[in-house]
């Protein structure tokens, strides 16, 4: 078996233990930073797409499919993690290496080092730069497994059915394979881990903002529904030491949730809780968190859930509600994007503020307080 066909049952690599177990993940940068950015980013892109011939920038556009491809085939062959520890390497020695075909890695390569991800240097070897480094294994922010999740064979076919869901309003996911996404994932327990560690590799960057932006102070026990493997709920543990938590979701993501909770020192102070939150959440937290959770379904659906997490609150216990905020006519590239592999996948949506106060308002919260950020907002409610 060559690296390129690896056996998915292996486990993933844990990310930095030693640095996690005893500090709070670093800090996001500022608000302001990564504003400023995104959009430069955004403008320069449209400040040279209107310096080029437009059907060049068609075909760019058009073939930006092949990258993406490309992106999770590199990924899955680890062929960053080999040039980080043998590297410069020609293509002969990285196809060699991991069982792959030399004249395609070097064509592969070489079109992904035209556009920025590795460098081809002049003696005519790879060698790693910025972003290619982040498609390494074992990496805190886990983009690798982003990079192989975004470009699954099962995501990637609901992208190619999209014209489905622009017919139809309805999930092209569903439409092709059938099934639910979380029902694919319960059939397909490799990419549901694929997932789960690209899930924590992005909550790992958008907890240290939640812990920072919301008052924990005036918290005694919080309780993260349908918090995955502890990511989000650790690093508020960790910077708020009088807190104590709750984690509920399905009964084995919470048995999973205990290795990562343990290495980051804050096992002790959480309860774990499996269920569903279709069903109920255990009652006795004065803060509910729900992040990335009604982004994933429909407003139906989320009335459902919401109803839920409000029958175990008291009047005057808060909610809050952590996602990107998408405004109806927003030009935010990311958030956007973001909407639409909801919409294409789950039946979701990334949510303006209005449209959360409205979900809010049908179940019996009172909307509250919002800390915008761009990455993740952070939009709270009081249960009336
Ligand atoms: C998109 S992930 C978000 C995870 C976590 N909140 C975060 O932001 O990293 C969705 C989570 O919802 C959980 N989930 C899905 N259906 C659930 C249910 N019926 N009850 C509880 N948790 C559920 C999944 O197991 C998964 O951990």
Same mark, same amino acid.
């Given at each position: 078996?060559?690296?390129?066909? !690896?056996?998915?049952?292996?486990?993933?690599?844990?990310?930095?233990? @030693?640095?996690?177990?005893?500090?709070?993940?670093?800090?996001?940068?500022?608000?302001?930073?990564?504003?400023?950015?995104?959009?430069?980013?955004?403008?320069?892109?449209?400040?040279?797409?209107?310096?080029?011939?437009?059907?060049?920038?068609?075909?760019?556009?058009?073939?930006?499919?092949?990258?993406?491809?490309?992106?999770?085939?590199?990924?899955?062959?680890?062929?960053?993690?080999?040039?980080?520890?043998?590297?410069?390497?020609?293509?002969?020695?990285?196809?060699?290496?991991?069982?792959?075909?030399?004249?395609? @890695?070097?064509?592969?390569?070489?079109? &992904?080092?035209?556009?920025?991800?590795?460098?081809?240097?002049?003696?005519?070897?790879?060698?790693?730069?910025?972003?290619?480094?982040?498609?390494?294994?074992?990496?805190?922010?886990?983009?690798?497994?982003?990079?192989?999740?975004?470009?699954?064979?099962?995501?990637?076919?609901?992208?190619?059915?999209?014209?489905?869901?622009? +017919?139809?309003?309805?999930?092209?996911?569903?439409?092709?394979?059938?099934?639910?996404?979380?029902?694919?994932?319960?059939?397909?327990?490799?990419?549901?881990?694929?997932?789960?560690?690209?899930?924590?590799?992005?909550?790992?960057?958008?907890?240290?903002?939640?812990?920072?932006?919301?008052?924990? +102070?005036?918290?005694?026990?919080?309780?993260?529904?349908?918090?995955? !493997?502890?990511?989000? &709920?650790?690093?508020?543990?960790?910077?708020?030491?009088?807190?104590?938590?709750?984690?509920?979701?399905?009964?084995?993501?919470? +048995?999973? =949730?205990?290795?990562?909770?343990?290495?980051?020192?804050?096992?002790?102070?959480?309860?774990?809780?499996?269920?569903?939150?279709?069903?109920?959440?255990?009652?006795?937290?004065?803060?509910?968190?729900?992040?990335?959770?009604?982004?994933?379904?429909?407003?139906? @659906?989320?009335?459902?859930?919401?109803?839920?997490?409000?029958?175990?609150?008291?009047?005057?216990?808060?909610?809050?509600?952590? +996602?990107?905020?998408?405004?109806?006519?927003?030009?935010?590239?990311?958030?956007?994007?973001?909407? &639409?592999?909801?919409?294409?996948?789950?039946?979701?949506?990334?949510?303006?503020?209005?449209?959360?106060?409205?979900?809010?308002? =049908?179940?019996?919260?009172?909307?509250?307080?919002?800390?915008?950020?761009?990455?993740?907002?952070?939009?709270?409610?009081?249960?009336?």
């Amino acid at each position: 078996m060559t690296a390129a066909t !690896r056996d998915p049952r292996r486990p993933l690599p844990s990310p930095s233990k @030693t640095r996690a177990a005893v500090a709070p993940f670093p800090g996001a940068p500022p608000a302001l930073a990564i504003r400023v950015g995104l959009r430069a980013r955004s403008l320069l892109r449209r400040l040279t797409d209107r310096l080029s011939p437009p059907e060049l920038v068609v075909f760019d556009r058009a073939t930006a499919i092949a990258e993406g491809a490309l992106f999770g085939a590199i990924a899955r062959a680890d062929v960053a993690d080999l040039l980080e520890e043998r590297g410069p390497l020609d293509a002969a020695a990285v196809a060699e290496a991991r069982g792959l075909d030399a004249d395609a @890695t070097h064509r592969a390569l070489r079109a &992904l080092a035209a556009s920025g991800v590795f460098t081809l240097r002049a003696d005519g070897r790879f060698e790693n730069n910025r972003l290619s480094r982040a498609l390494r294994s074992g990496t805190d922010e886990r983009t690798r497994e982003m990079a192989i999740y975004f470009t699954s064979p099962s995501n990637a076919e609901a992208w190619l059915a999209c014209a489905h869901t622009l +017919e139809t309003g309805e999930s092209s996911f569903e439409h092709v394979h059938g099934k639910t996404v979380w029902e694919w994932f319960d059939a397909h327990p490799d990419e549901r881990e694929i997932f789960a560690h690209a899930m924590m590799g992005i909550t790992r960057v958008d907890a240290p903002v939640v812990a920072r932006l919301y008052p924990f +102070e005036d918290v005694a026990r919080v309780c993260d529904v349908g918090g995955g !493997r502890g990511t989000l &709920l650790s690093e508020i543990l960790k910077r708020h030491a009088h807190l104590r938590g709750v984690l509920c979701d399905a009964a084995g993501v919470c +048995e999973s =949730a205990r290795q990562l909770l343990a290495e980051r020192g804050v096992a002790h102070r959480v309860e774990l809780a499996p269920g569903s939150f279709f069903e109920r959440v255990p009652s006795g937290a004065d803060l509910y968190v729900l992040k990335n959770i009604l982004h994933d379904w429909d407003d139906d @659906t989320c009335r459902v859930i919401l109803r839920v997490v409000r029958r175990a609150m008291q009047p005057g216990q808060r909610l809050l509600v952590c +996602e990107s905020l998408v405004e109806k006519n927003s030009r935010d590239p990311l958030g956007t994007r973001a909407d &639409l592999q909801m919409m294409m996948v789950c039946r979701g949506r990334e949510r303006s503020r209005a449209e959360l106060h409205e979900l809010f308002e =049908a179940t019996g919260f009172a909307p509250a307080r919002t800390f915008p950020f761009p990455t993740v907002s952070l939009v709270e409610a009081v249960a009336r």
